[in-house]
Nanobody, 123 residues
Framework: QVQLVESGGGLVQAGGSLRLSCVASGLTFSSYTMGWFRQAPGKDREFVGTISRSSIFTDYADSVKGRFTVSRDNAKNTVYLQMNSLKPEDTAVYYC????????????????WGQGTQVTVSS
């Protein structure tokens, strides 16, 4: 059974930083592209960033470019989302997701999802 478990969320002041982690089990982690998405209250879930299987390729939403970084450690079956210069509009539940092979920002192409972790940025 595939499980993705996020952690690292919390309350932070604007301008601060957080690092989210997502540990995967039940799959061959190195075969999966990993993505991060978020959903703010009253809004649709949106793409944040993605990383290829070997970390060669990353892609980000325009709203987080230059502030967020996705990385992964295949030996630990873990993907990370480093979030710097946080803004109140970054407040959301953050989800990690997994899909086989190539990277994409398209939510519907991801097969497995975590339960999410809350990030709240105060002004």
């Amino acid at each position: 059974q595939v499980q993705l478990v996020e952690s690292g969320g919390g309350l932070v002041q604007a301008g601060g930083s957080l690092r989210l982690s997502c540990v995967a089990s039940g799959l061959t982690f190195s075969s999966y592209t990993m993505g991060w998405f978020r959903q703010a209250p009253g809004k649709d879930r949106e793409f944040v960033g993605t990383i290829s299987r070997s970390s060669i390729f990353t892609d980000y939403a325009d709203s987080v470019k230059g502030r967020f970084t996705v990385s992964r450690d295949n030996a630990k079956n873990t993907v990370y989302l480093q979030m710097n210069s946080l803004k109140p509009e970054d407040t959301a539940v953050y989800y990690c997701a997994a899909k086989l092979l190539v990277t994409t920002s398209r939510e519907y192409e991801y097969n497995y999802w975590g339960q999410g972790t809350q990030v709240t940025v105060s002004s």
